[in-house]
């Protein structure tokens, strides 16, 4: 299993504005799955987006998937207060799914 | 309903005891894991069970077996507990096994060992 390198480390936004996060890996996948963990709480599945798609929406989140990079991206527009968590993105290729560092955002009122 | 539940959320104990967390799903899943989160915030797996066969023990201290009654339970038990024991624990659960579905996972116990 192989994880997926989060970027960048922390982001602060306003209410209201969008945020971007990227996230790099090495080998081929499966597919990439994002999730969400608010603090003291448990990781929330958000997306999973397979090898051979490239671009998936739910909700106000949209997530890419560049095979050819190894890269992928999730944006979140409209941020609200309740997405300060910190994003995890996880390729998949195997067995295991191997959990980064994550990308914390802070959504400011 | 809670979909994965664990039990208890706080754990506070001596070093050296013996403890025990409890995790059940009722999703009708037949895939569960453990997994820790360190103070650094990563996230790595420790075990995996799969209707009640165990598919995945990572480099875990012996000190830690799991054990599956039934494919909707998956109990943690920890021995001669240590310093570096303390951590969030977290359960998890998915349709079937691999990283080929998405994970449903635990509120998470968080362990402290004084």
């Known amino acids: 299993s192989q994880q997926g390198e989060e970027d960048p480390q922390a982001l602060s936004i306003q209410e209201g504005e969008n945020a971007t996060m990227n ?13 969400r963990q608010n ?9 999973l987006i ?18 050819s990079k190894k890269s992928s991206s999730l944006l979140i527009t409209a941020s609200r207060a309740a997405d300060t968590a910190s994003y995890f993105c996880v390729p998949s290729n195997d067995y295991k799914l191997s959990f980064g560092a994550g990308t914390t955002v802070t959504v400011r009122a | 309903d809670t979909a994965v539940s664990q039990t208890p959320k706080y754990l506070v104990t001596q070093m050296g005891n013996d403890k025990s967390i409890k995790c059940e799903q009722n999703l009708g899943h037949d895939t569960m894991y453990w997994y820790k989160q360190d103070s650094k915030k990563f996230l790595k797996i420790m075990f995996s069970y799969n209707n009640k066969e165990l598919i995945i023990n990572e480099t875990v201290p012996n000190r830690f077996s799991p054990k599956s009654p039934d494919k909707a339970h998956l109990n943690l038990h920890i021995n001669s507990l240590e310093l570096g024991d303390s951590a969030v624990y977290f359960c998890a659960s998915s349709l079937i096994a691999g990283g080929y579905n998405e994970q449903f996972f635990g509120p998470g116990t968080r362990l402290t060992v004084l």
């Open chain 1, 23 to 35: 996230c790099s890996y090495k080998t081929s996948i499966n597919n990439l799955q994002w999730y």
């Open chain 1, 39 to 47: 603090s003291g709480r448990g990781l929330v599945h958000l997306i």
């Open chain 1, 50 to 67: 397979r090898s051979n798609e490239r671009e998936k929406h739910s909700g106000r989140l949209r997530v890419t998937l560049d095979t």
